[in-house]
Nanobody
Framework: VQLQASGGGLVQAGGSLRLSCAASGSIFEDNSMAWYRQAPGKERELVVAMTSGGTTNYADFAEGRFTISRDNAKNTVSLQMNSLKLEDTAVYLC?????????????WGQGTLVTVSS
């Protein structure tokens, strides 16, 4: 399974950015897709996850500003980020995971850099 993320870039504080991630390969249909981020000198943290059934889990900092969406047929996930803050600057990584027959599968994309400037 390969994940290809895109959409990062430079944006001013208060602006918006949309990230996209496309998964390809042998994918189990009952899965979760998520966005994580890692800022310089900090640990990787969950931004938001969404199951193929539509259940979402937002980090507190993302609630109300970020919106995840996915297309199960195309195995894509997007992240709409609004009202961006300086502290949102990070590498954003796409993640896909599932459990099948007791085995856990997890895949990561290469990451896309989001830089929020003042």
């Amino acid at each position: 399974v390969q994940l290809q993320a895109s959409g990062g870039g430079l944006v001013q504080a208060g602006g918006s950015l949309r990230l996209s991630c496309a998964a390809s390969g042998s994918i189990f249909e009952d899965n979760s897709m998520a966005w994580y981020r890692q800022a310089p000198g900090k640990e990787r943290e969950l931004v938001v996850a969404m199951t193929s059934g539509g259940t979402t889990n937002y980090a507190d900092f993302a609630e109300g500003r970020f919106t995840i969406s996915r297309d199960n047929a195309k195995n894509t996930v997007s992240l709409q980020m609004n009202s961006l803050k300086l502290e949102d600057t990070a590498v954003y990584l796409c993640n896909m995971r599932w459990v099948r027959l007791g085995a856990r599968y997890e895949y990561w994309g290469q990451g896309t850099l989001v830089t929020v400037s003042s």
